[in-house]
Nanobody, 118 residues
């Protein structure tokens, strides 16, 4: 089994910054793609940022220039640095990873709340 544990969420004022972390643990041979999604009540979960094992990165248009995704392969950890936060960034943020251990499986974290409000 594999567990993804997110941390770093919280309450921040507009214009502020937060850094999310997601650590994968368990039966892991390697992790290919790691990503951050977010979801607000009543809406579909949306992709925020994605990074492959080779370092290719893509962002949602709404966060380009403000958010930065990175990963530490030695620690099986992915990060999301969020700057210039806006109220519309308020959501539950979920970590997602494709983990290889004999077969490739997709896993989700439990989510961490980010609230941007004055």
């Amino acid at each position: 089994q594999v567990q993804l544990v997110e941390s770093g969420g919280g309450l921040v004022q507009p214009g502020g910054s937060l850094r999310l972390s997601c650590a994968a643990s368990g039966s892991i041979s390697s992790i290919t793609t790691m990503a951050w999604y977010r979801q607000v009540p009543g809406k579909q979960r949306e992709l925020v940022a994605i990074i492959t094992s080779s370092g290719s990165i893509n962002y949602a248009d709404s966060v380009k220039g403000r958010f930065t995704i990175s990963r530490d392969n030695a620690k099986n950890t992915v990060y999301l640095q969020m700057n210039s936060l806006k109220p519309e960034d308020t959501a539950v943020y979920y970590c997602n990873a494709d983990v290889l251990n004999i077969i490739l499986r997709n896993y989700w974290g439990q989510g961490t709340q980010v609230t941007v409000s004055s």
